[in-house]
């Protein structure tokens, strides 16, 4: 006797009775449906800036960074320029980056600045000092040779490294951002929230330049947006909600975009940076 064959389930669902299926609102798609695509693929708004800002990537590069730094010296710190003529072993080292701003007409450097991270290990503030509690098992970044060109055009562009220095970290989970200043330069961090890492602020010396007396600050970069929008930080807009398509820190995952000239806003008046930070930012 021949056998049945065995049925299978499909596993489909089981059918629903039309009246208790969910149904459209005819009124809201009508007010969020598009009868045809829209043919207008046009970028948003953009703050165009006079110069880029990327990663020195090439030995040109690095030698505009290191040109740019040597000038910055000579005039704040005359007795170390002569030691940075030449790229640092800190400027190559692994887990370490090194911003380079370049003017867009000239190809002038107008500034740079060196990220050293902890990703390989201990950075150079936890190598030399018995940091805070909160500083244990965070990944850490070491801000160091922060060089911009004297005038306006380096006013605008220390503040767009930091852009790029913020988006960066953000990018590869950096917990912390950590900076050594000579007062009064130092008023420029406090100023974005940066925050004295020792108690009421002291002063230490820097194994580097042990005769210079510095103060460590430390910026909370996963609290950094709340703080700024909370504060209504003038530079709020600035560094967390521009689109700065010359902020080319990761260019290499973005394809050829570009701006219409209709679309583009000029860059923040330098004017407003003095008066946000309230002082000349030299």
Known sequence: MASTPEQVTLGLPPQVDNESSP????????????????TDSSPPPAVVLPFTVRIARTET?????????????????PHLAD??????????????????????????????????????????????????ERFSNRTVAW???????SGATGRLA?????????????????????????PP??????????QPI???????????????????LAFDVIQAERMWREQDHPFYQFIVRDYCPDILVFSSLSGAWSTPRDRQMPPPAPKSLDDAFGFTIV
């Open 143 to 149: 801000v160091t040779r922060l060089a911009v060109q």
């Open 83 to 132: 030691s940075l003529r030449e790229p640092e072993p800190a400027d190559t080292a692994e887990h370490n980056i090194v911003l380079v701003a370049e003017d867009k007409t000239t190809g002038v450097p107008v500034g740079s600045m060196r990220i050293e991270t902890n990703f390989g290990g201990s950075h150079f503030l936890d190598r030399w000092f018995h940091l805070p």
């Open 198 to 216: 020792f108690p009421e602020g002291k002063l230490v010396p820097m194994p580097r330049n042990p005769k210079i007396p510095q103060r460590m």
């Open 185 to 194: 330069l130092d008023r420029q961090y406090l100023r974005l929230g940066f």
């Open 61 to 77: 590069h690095l030698s505009q960074a290191v040109r740019v730094r040597w000038q910055s010296y000579s005039r704040s710190l």
């Open 23 to 38: 149904q459209f609102d005819e009124a809201f798609l009508a007010s969020v449906c598009r009868s045809l695509p829209k």
């Open 158 to 182: 220390k503040l767009a490294i930091f852009k790029a220095l913020y988006r960066y970290c953000l990018a590869t989970q950096i917990d912390w951002i950590t900076v050594g200043s000579v």
